[in-house]
């Protein structure tokens, strides 16, 4: 029974800026690709960043590089996505995700498990 939960989200102006946290159970969690993906109602879940096993490799989809930033506490267990300048366009539920394709396939919006999701919207 894996267990993922998200949290941090809220509501922040336009260029502002917010920081996503993800803590996961019942795996190991320093053998485990992560990821962050969103979807925004009526659209298709996408990729937003993941990071490797090892933690030497992210992906970024091109929207959020340079903004967003992926980190991986393995002393902690928490996965980390900073996000900064934050733009209406980014409003989203965000999701945390254990055992990803991220980094396998880059921007493939898959994974084995999946958290219940964190709410993000940014004002205009």
């Known amino acids: 029974q894996v267990q993922v939960v998200e949290s941090g989200g809220g509501l922040v102006q336009a260029g502002g800026s917010l920081r996503l946290s993800c803590t996961a159970s019942g795996l190991a969690f320093a053998d485990a690709a992560m990821g962050w993906f969103r979807q925004a109602p009526g659209k298709e879940r996408e990729v937003v960043s993941c990071?490797?096993?090892?933690?030497?490799?992210?992906y970024y989809t091109d929207s959020v590089k340079g903004r967003f930033t992926i980190s991986k506490d393995n002393a902690k267990n928490v996965l980390y996505l900073q996000m900064n300048s934050l733009r209406p366009e980014d409003t989203a539920m965000y999701y945390c995700a254990a055992e990803s394709l991220c980094t396998v396939i880059p921007g493939a919006a898959e994974a084995n498990y999946w958290g219940q999701g964190t709410q993000v919207t940014v004002s205009s």
């Open positions: 990071i490797n096993i090892g933690g030497g490799s992210t």
